[in-house]
């Protein structure tokens, strides 16, 4: 096993070092730590290197906490020499990155009132075309422009789709990626709790994208507020409509060949994929795909 670390403060980065080398040493199976001064340092050096020494494929698993969004860039993350035995794990900051939106694009933030944004912002004297790429490259696109100036959507709304915005760049490399808001339940309790920033899992293996939804479902049913619903919704609080899910099924299962397996866990990923973590894993074959057993 290789780790490679990123730590921005010198003093911080010289305690990680002491205690993960002596963790390593005592070990046997880790290679010496290394540890650089960015995310980005990280990214990069851990896509050369080659711990594996014979011929099974390295397994590469990123976790990325950014202070902030100015040094968090998609593109990074699905550059891996193996996309196929890559996870990415990230947390980021929707609302930070819509206040440095609204500063770019000079328009004024309608953040909520009492809302705190936690992180590091871009210097003041970054100039504006400079700060829509950095954006640009953070979220993998420009279509979070459009958003912003939609003024015809609430704010969370708008924070909600920044976030799937994201998702949605990563599923250009990643063939499952799922997403949940981490909320402050000291503050907004009556709606949830207030969103700090979402995580948001990237992977192109059917079982880590199943376990990631069983451990947010907990997560989120554990430690956050679910507000209460008439019907079905999942961790974001948006309503699940099992018909379309139903719908949509029945038309994919219609244009398949006659001959055709059908891996159970596929299918609750992609289910999981299109339309959010709002049930169990294992559950999600027997209520949509188990009404089509014996059908011809």
């Not at 990680?16 to 290679?31: P, R």
């Not at 909320?183 to 079982?207: P, S």
Request: aromatic share 8%; hydrophobic share 35%; net charge negative.
């Amino acid at each position: 096993m290789q780790f490679v670390f990123g730590e921005a403060d010198e003093e911080s980065r010289t305690k990680l070092k002491e205690v993960a080398d002596k963790i390593a040493g005592s070990l046997g199976y880790v290679l010496p730590v290394r540890i650089c001064e960015s995310s980005t340092d990280v990214l990069n050096l851990a896509q050369k290197l080659q711990p594996r020494r014979n011929h099974r494929p390295a397994t590469i698993f990123y976790y990325v906490d950014p202070y902030g969004v100015m040094n968090l860039r998609l593109e990074l993350l699905c550059q891996s020499p193996n996309l196929k035995h890559t996870e990415a794990l990230v947390n980021f900051n929707t609302v930070g990155f819509m206040r440095e939106g609204y500063e770019a694009l000079r328009i004024a933030c309608d953040l909520p009132s009492g809302v705190k944004v936690i992180d590091q912002p871009l210097d003041d004297d970054v100039p504006v075309t400079e700060r829509i790429e950095r954006l640009n490259a953070c979220i993998g696109s420009d279509g979070w422009q459009e958003i912003l100036r939609d003024k015809s959507l609430g704010y969370w709304e708008r924070e909600r789709q920044i976030g799937r915005l994201f998702c949605n760049n990563a599923r250009k490399y990643y063939d499952y990626v799922t997403n949940m808001a981490i909320r402050d339940m000291r503050h907004k309790i009556n709606e949830g709790g207030e969103i700090k920033y979402r995580l948001i899992h990237m992977t192109n293996n059917v079982d880590g994208c199943l376990l990631m939804n069983d451990d947010m479902l907990k997560r989120n049913n554990d430690e956050q507020v679910k507000q209460g619903m008439l019907f079905k919704a999942d961790i974001d609080c948006q309503d699940v409509d099992s018909s379309v899910i139903q719908r949509d099924l029945s038309n994919l299962i219609a244009a398949m060949p006659r001959v055709c397996s059908v891996e159970m866990g596929v299918s609750a990923a992609e289910i999981i994929n299109a339309y959010g973590v709002f049930d169990k894993a294992n559950a999600l074959p027997r209520t949509y795909l188990k009404p089509f057993l014996g059908k011809r």
